[in-house]
């Protein structure tokens, strides 16, 4: 489940220095200029600051160990800043995470440069953590989470004491396997560390959240599916996450035995995922013509795995569903229907579930039908920033909530928005209104020309609104709106 890499080129700034038990290392400075060219985002709050965090954390065999993370930092250092945790998807192998600026982290960095605290985690098995990644495994896939948001809490203020400081909202989101891994986390927070963190609303995006129904239908079918390495790591994955109950289960019980010494070989990291998908692929081209994974498999597991809920394979993956709880915070399940890696019936059964079970605000949301995995990710980030953005607070130090509204003043008469903008927005050469939706879409955009201005909005349907005020990219204020 492996999502498209945005490519930047990015200046990088070095320094290191000692932080409680875990090491913090500065490898990224951007300002809000650069962010916004390079990703091509309508508005941009702040520069960031990222940092490569190394943290304590349990091994998924119950030992102590060591995990490595990134963290992105507003930098603005005398605010209060959310905390938002975001879950990378699926890498190529151990060095592609986050904390070597791999691994699909700028998505996070998006989050740190529209007022979060944003935190990526690496995942066990993977950047400094020894063994076979537990890929998808809900457990490890939250603790290794939670342990970095204890450490961030309890050391951020004391190794940056003039700033920036956190204040107590959690956001949290991730894209395909992270959306498994973000949901994984809610459902941690909310059921078994509600005394240390609230969550205040979150975004789960194309995440296999049906492993043992939706992911093996769609994967095991008639079907072509081009991503066969997924089930290899998956059963690698079962085997480390739980050894005593698997014991009597090998790699050559599940597999067919022309495709063993290429799975074993990715899991000694001989090859990476890329590598491994690509050799079983071409062996199962050339031996049935079509790519159809569950060739790959030894027939009578196949049949276990579809048929028999109480074989021991089948247990271990049932434990990873996470669609059937009931979040309490706001829950958004951002899908596409053309997705080719994680079916979008994932999101939608999670949400049918969720609804049943009584949860109270958990919306699952079309992304593209026709966008693949690849395509979905532009669409499902912008709509959960917008999201978000409904909730976000960012104080002072005082306490104060910061804003750019004393700047501009709105309020809609009739089918029109009227505004009165400060002498300090009217002193810049070429400001712009721009109006969007809430899913980042610009509905409306004008020149400011005069401090007073009208903007027509008759054509537009109930709901809220974001208003940017731009000059030449540059925001300038900005002011959530109810139209009615």
């Keep these: 489940m492996k999502m498209r890499h945005l490519t930047l080129a990015f200046c990088f700034q070095f320094f290191f220095f000692n932080i409680g038990l875990g090491q913090w290392e500065l490898v990224e400075s951007l300002t809000a200029q650069e962010i916004q060219e390079l990703l091509g985002l309508p508005f941009v709050e702040y520069g960031v600051d990222s940092y490569r965090v190394e943290y304590e954390t349990t091994n998924v065999d119950g030992t102590p160990g060591m995990a490595s993370g990134l963290i992105t930092i507003p930098n603005d250092p005398g605010n209060n800043y959310p ?19 791999a691994g699909g982290y700028q998505l996070g960095a998006v989050f740190g440069a529209m007022g979060y605290i944003s935190l990526q985690p690496d995942y066990l098995g993977l950047g400094i953590n020894p063994g076979v990644h537990p890929y998808i495994h809900s457990d490890s896939e939250a603790w290794v989470a939670v342990d970095m948001m204890r450490h961030v809490k309890e050391q951020l ?35 078994e560390h509600s005394d240390e963190f609230t969550v205040t609303a979150t975004s789960h995006m194309s995440g296999p959240y049906s492993v043992s129904k939706e992911m093996i239908d769609f994967t095991l079918g008639e079907d072509e599916y081009f991503f066969c390495a997924y089930l290899a790591w998956v059963s690698l994955s079962m085997k480390e996450a739980y050894p005593v109950e698997l014991a009597d289960i090998g790699i050559e019980d599940i597999f067919r035995a022309q495709y063993v010494d290429d799975i074993n070989a990715f899991a000694n990291e001989t090859i990476d995922l890329n590598e491994l998908n690509t050799r079983l692929i071409s062996g199962l081209t050339a031996e049935t013509g079509m790519v159809q994974p569950k060739n790959l498999l030894i027939p009578e597991m196949v049949d276990n795995i ?77 709509t959960t920033v917008f999201f978000f953005l409904n909730y976000r607070m960012v104080t002072t130090s005082t306490e104060e909530t910061l804003t750019e509204v004393d700047l501009m003043s709105v309020n809609q008469q009739e089918e029109e928005l009227q505004f009165v903008f400060d002498d300090a927005i009217m002193s810049y050469s070429n400001p712009t209104i721009e109006l969007y939706g809430m899913d980042g879409i610009l509905q409306s955009s004008m020149d400011l020309t005069f401090a007073q201005a009208q903007m027509d909005v008759s054509a537009l349907p109930t709901g809220i609104f974001y208003i940017v005020v731009n000059n030449d990219g540059l925001k300038l204020a900005a002011e959530k709106i109810f139209i009615r």
């Design 83 to 101: 905390m938002l945790v975001f879950q990378h998807g699926t890498v190529n192998g151990r060095d592609d995470v986050p904390s070597n600026l």
């Design 157 to 191: 203020n004391t190794e940056l004491p003039s700033g920036p400081y956190l204040n107590d909202q959690v956001f949290l989101s991730g894209y395909s396997q992270g959306g498994h891994a973000s949901m994984a986390l809610h459902k941690s927070l909310e059921e």
């Design 306 to 382: 579809m048929n028999n809920p109480d074989h021991p394979i089948s247990v271990a993956l049932a434990l990873q569903d996470n669609f059937d709880w009931t979040p309490q915070a706001p829950t958004r399940l951002m899908y596409c229907s053309g997705d080719d890696q994680v079916t979008f019936r994932n999101a939608i059964v999670a949400e049918e579930t969720m609804n049943a079970n009584g949860a109270p605000d958990v919306v699952g949301l079309e992304q593209g039908a026709t966008n693949d995995h690849g395509a979905c990710v532009a669409p499902a980030v912008t």
